[in-house]
């Protein structure tokens, strides 16, 4: 397991390398001079000079590549130029909150796609299997953005029941952060309910139909034990699985819903950045979320194969 | 004075409803089983004959099958007419049942121990150790190596053949009075299947438990059984006492079955001896369903569905020219000593 | 040479006669939701190549009197702050949004079954694809497309690129695993045997046997596409600001979205239609054509 471990590990690190040359190669695709762009139409040539001797741009691609990798291994993410500040400084002091929204969307999407998925599928073919599919398949087929605005008109304008956003630090106030949390979470968590529902459904009706529930209802196992017991421990290895795509969507989703619900983490950063054009912003925050992805997706191996006794006994 | 069998079946039908309708796969099955016998169930692929025992289990699923039947008793109930609940407590309990393919049948992510101690926690009030003790014994009398290791070992580190053993074990675990064997040797190598064969007559002369063994290999109901029901197109075609039907068939479709089966390791998937193959269920033939392959045949056959006639004591047989049949097998014999 | 041409018609007549076969047009046509999916697409594409027709007026016209109407019989899907008509907006709007999904589409068609293919068939170049698209799918799918795109600037063709780099990896990986499945097949040995060209045998009987798997995929690629293009477009970088863009319209009601809810609802929607149209035609085409595969993203 260890051993395993480890070689994900390692497998993981030429693949970061790769991820920061492509972060890095998306600055060249910047048309003309990207300090230019930065600097905007007022700039004085001597500012222009700066801002390219900040950006490293006076150097040799070659060097830049260098300096860069240099920078990488210190731990140096660049320097955000809207905000002054040291990108991984900043992105640091705004993971937390991403990451609770995302815990919370996640915690929505496992408990929702689970169960509307086994109870679908224990429901075959009945109306309730229908209703959940329709719901899931809805799920994701609605822009997550498009229904966070909807929420915010039904649950804010008019019902008045939960804040339009904003963010409210959980130890603070739980029960505000909850509130605040609740819409951009489940608008986050959405698509990924029905895939997971949709999932969690063909794969139980896959696992119902083996022969080893058989042999457990030959035990005289109810159905209760049957399905949890039996069914279940089969159906979340596959689901498992899909957990490092879904936290990639949940991370992907949360630029947008950020900015839709005034949520001050990474996401809103990067859709400012963008806005604003701070290419080392961007970045660095690409690499940095790249790199917490594969970590998870290390986390997310691992626990494949401790689910799976035909992965952990060798 | 005979003694009540253990399972009475009466009138068995079991149905399946599909896209392309309703087929009937079981039809009018009755047969006994006696107290410690072993009755063979024969037949080809898709004859009924595993889905009559999993109508008796109650397996089979509610959403696409109906199971009727006059009656099913087994020791003293009536299991057509049993709740949910009363057959939960039978199965596994007082029958136990081993299925077909040892590679599936076992949970891949559950331990040997947990999956074979499973039935006893469910059916007796007993502690989790003293059901691993019993656990261990079972492994050991099934023949396994090593039992307390392969407890907390996985389905995916035994072979085929000890998965097997471990099934046995798994449906002897509550001692039951009734075995439903579903070729429970046909996916093995055929070394493994004469040494399971042998362990579970082993086992039934101990125990004295009833066994309903089925198979599509004539070799292996000499070697086992004591009575035979040969199932054809889902009705009984022919039943009776090993000996007469091996000594006086009375229906072509067994004296067809006997032919391409010289031996015990013969596993005919195909039966060569007999043209053609079984008739589909959605397209069955009126009269007598193995009338378009029987050599046999006559107008009459087709005329109806025929009737179980007696050709010996407990010996019937399902075909208008049993009469005939009966007394040439007798008389060459006869003549030959 | 006879004989190898024997066994090309054997083993692959033609890929349109094969993929269009009768019984599996007929389990087409019997899925209920391949062909719910099927009328939703078709409607959809309906409206888009009709839009300069069924556009009461130009999708661009401002008009200061009629601003802010809700939906009506004058205004059928009511009008935005610049009393610009949404019926027609939605209509030239569908234009745009599939195109830019179509392009992606195509995108993905060629570049993934090139790459695909050199994968699964030279495996000495697979080591090296498949570490770029494990790089490529570090990144959350939409990220790298919005990276992308800001660094390159705000266009259509902006939005065509930076989606088909994200979902090239992934077509290409679904493309890889079957080449390398049919590779082993009887016949690609037999043609081998016949003494065949790689590139003969990778065109003429491997990737025609790979397209199931492809198709239900490229089902799939649209709807996603067509999901992120509104996500670009919402944050600016996607179509022009001017262009009648489905996300654009969603941005644009965000700020009246008490007062004007329409302005924000109506685009949703017709986002959601198409992609969930897409997303029975994905559905129905994976159970007829490849019942094996499950969900892939």
């Known amino acids: ?314 | 004075m005979q003694k009540e069998p253990i399972l009475r079946v009466e009138g068995l039908r079991t149905t399946f409803t599909g896209d392309e309708g309703t087929v009937v796969a079981v039809d009018d099955v009755s047969f006994d089983v006696n107290e410690g016998e072993i009755v063979g169930l024969i037949g080809e692929s898709g004859s009924g004959k595993s889905v009559t025992a999993l109508a008796i289990m109650g397996l089979l699923p509610k959403s696409t099958s109906q199971v009727t039947a006059e009656r099913i008793m087994f020791d003293g109930r009536n299991l057509a007419r049993a709740s949910d609940r009363e057959m939960r407590r039978l199965r596994g309990g007082s029958i136990g049942m081993i299925f077909q393919e040892p590679m599936s049948s076992l949970n891949p992510v559950l331990k040997i121990g947990d999956q074979l101690i499973e039935p006893i926690r469910i059916h007796e009030r007993i502690s989790y150790r003293a059901a691993f003790d019993r656990g261990v014994e079972l492994l050991t009398k099934v023949g396994i190596p090593s039992p307390v290791q392969r407890m907390n070992d996985y389905p995916h580190q035994l072979s085929g053949g000890m998965r097997q053993r471990v099934m046995i074990a798994i449906a002897l675990s509550c001692s039951p009075k009734l075995l439903l064997a579903d070729e429970p040797t046909t996916a093995l190598d055929v070394t493994i299947q004469a040494q399971l064969l042998d362990l579970l007559l082993e086992i039934q002369a101990e125990t004295k438990m009833a066994i309903v063994l089925i198979t599509h290999s004539m070799g292996v109901i000499a070697e086992c059984a004591d009575k035979v029901v040969v199932m054809y197109s889902g009705r009984i075609a022919e039943q009776g006492p090993v000996t007469d039907i091996f000594d006086r068939p009375g229906h072509p479709y067994t004296k067809g079955l006997m032919q391409c089966t010289p031996e015990l390791t013969g596993n005919p998937r195909r039966l060569t001896t007999i043209p053609g193959a079984l008739p589909s269920l959605s397209a069955l033939p009126p009269g007598c369903r193995f009338a378009p392959r029987c050599g046999l045949a006559q107008p009459a056959c087709e005329a109806g569905r025929p009737p179980m006639i007696g050709v010996g004591q407990n010996h019937a047989s399902a075909c208008i020219r049993a009469d005939e049949l009966v007394a040439s097998a007798a008389q060459p014999e006869g003549a030959e000593v | 040479m006879s004989s190898l041409e024997m066994n090309d018609s054997r083993s692959e007549p033609s890929f349109l006669s094969r993929f269009f076969e009768g019984r599996r047009v007929r389990r087409l046509i019997r899925h209920r939701s391949f062909m719910i999916g099927l009328w939703l697409c078709l409607f959809v594409t309906v409206i888009a190549v009709l839009a300069p027709v069924i556009s009461p007026v130009d999708p661009n016209k401002m008009a200061i009197r009629s601003r802010f109407q809700p939906p009506s019989f004058e205004f059928l899907l009511g009008t935005d702050n610049l009393g610009r008509d949404l019926f027609s907006r939605v209509a030239w709007g569908a234009r745009l949004s599939l195109a830019i999904g179509l392009g992606v589409v195509l995108l993905n068609a060629v570049f993934g079954v090139l790459l695909g293919a050199l994968a699964g068939y030279f495996r000495r170049l697979d080591g090296i694809l498949m570490r770029l698209s494990d790089a490529l799918m570090a990144f959350p799918s939409v990220l790298l497309a919005i990276g992308i795109a800001a660094a390159m600037g705000a266009s259509a063709m902006t939005a065509v690129i930076s989606l088909a780099v994200v979902y090239i990896p992934r077509t290409a990986r679904i493309l890889r695993a079957s080449v390398l499945q049919v590779n082993e097949l009887e016949f690609v040995n037999a043609a081998r045997a016949a003494g065949a060209g790689d590139f003969h045998i990778l065109r003429r009987h491997i990737l025609p046997n790979c397209m199931a798997p492809l198709v239900v995929q490229l089902s799939f690629v649209f709807a996603y596409a067509i999901l992120s293009e509104a996500v670009l477009s919402f944050l600016g970088l996607g179509a022009a600001p001017t262009d009648p863009s489905w996300g654009i319209m969603i941005s644009e009601g965000r700020s009246y979205i008490r007062e004007a809810p329409w302005m924000t609802v109506i685009p949703g929607m017709a986002i959601a239609i198409t992609v969930l149209g897409l997303n029975l035609l994905g559905d129905g085409l994976r159970d007829v054509l490849d019942p094996r595969v499950k969900m892939e993203h």
């Open chain 1, 1 to 314: 397991m260890l051993a395993y471990t480890l070689r994900r590990i390692a497998q993981a690190v030429p693949i970061l390398l790769l991820v920061s040359l492509i972060s890095f190669g998306i600055m060249q695709l910047v048309p003309g001079d990207p300090a230019a762009v930065l600097a905007g139409p007022n700039a004085t040539p001597d500012e222009l000079i700066k801002l390219r001797q900040t950006l490293g741009l006076d150097k040799s691609l070659l060097s830049q590549i260098m300096i860069f990798y240099g920078n990488l291994f210190q731990g140096d993410l660049g320097y955000s130029i809207i905000l002054g500040e040291p990108v991984l400084k900043v992105v640091l002091e705004r993971s937390p909150i991403s990451i609770s929204l995302a815990l919370y969307s996640l915690v929505l999407t496992v408990i929702l796609g689970l169960s509307i998925g086994v109870i679908a599928a224990m429901k075959h073919n009945r109306w309730i299997d229908q209703v959940a599919m329709t719901f899931a398949l809805i799920g994701v087929s609605v822009p997550n953005f498009w229904l966070g605005l909807v929420m915010i008109v039904l649950f804010s304008v008019h019902l008045g029941w939960l804040p339009t956003g904003g963010y409210v630090p959980f130890f603070e106030d739980p029960v505000g952060w909850f509130l605040a949390a609740t819409m951009p979470a489940l608008s986050l968590a959405m698509m990924q309910i029905g895939l997971l529902a949709r999932l969690t459904r063909s794969t139980m009706l896959e696992v119902l139909g083996q022969d080893y529930i058989r042999t457990a209802r030959a035990k005289g196992a109810s159905e209760p034990r049957v399905i949890i017991k039996h069914a279940m421990s089969n159906v979340l290895i596959p689901v498992v699985t899909v957990l490092g795509m879904i936290l990639s969507v949940l991370l992907s989703g949360s630029v947008i819903v950020e900015t839709i619900f005034a949520v001050p983490g990474i996401g809103a950063l990067l859709g400012n950045a963008i806005l604003g054009r701070d290419y080392p912003m961007i970045q660095g925050g690409l690499i940095f979320v790249a790199a917490v992805l594969l970590m998870l997706n290390i986390v997310v191996d691992v626990l494949y194969a401790w689910l799976d006794p035909r992965v952990r006994v060798q």
